[in-house]
């Protein structure tokens, strides 16, 4: 399991894929697969288990739609 989730607001992102040029371990990306309802790509992570909890993805997203917890 891993030490950390990100949660994403899928209908709030707009896939400009700053959080996954930003992350340190190259685990976020934009999924061609998945669309929310306006038409734009979402985010998805390819290993979790390589998150490292820094926030980077959090901290630089112009919308504020991820959000990083601790797992206990």
Known sequence: MSKFT??????????CGLCANFCPRKILYLDETRINKNGYQLI???DPEKC?????CAIICPDS????????
């Open 44 to 46: 998805s992570i390819s």
């Open 6 to 15: 990100l949660k994403f607001d899928n209908e709030r992102c707009k896939g």
């Open 65 to 72: 739609v991820i959000e990083v917890y601790k797992n206990e």
């Open 52 to 56: 490292i909890g820094c926030a980077h």
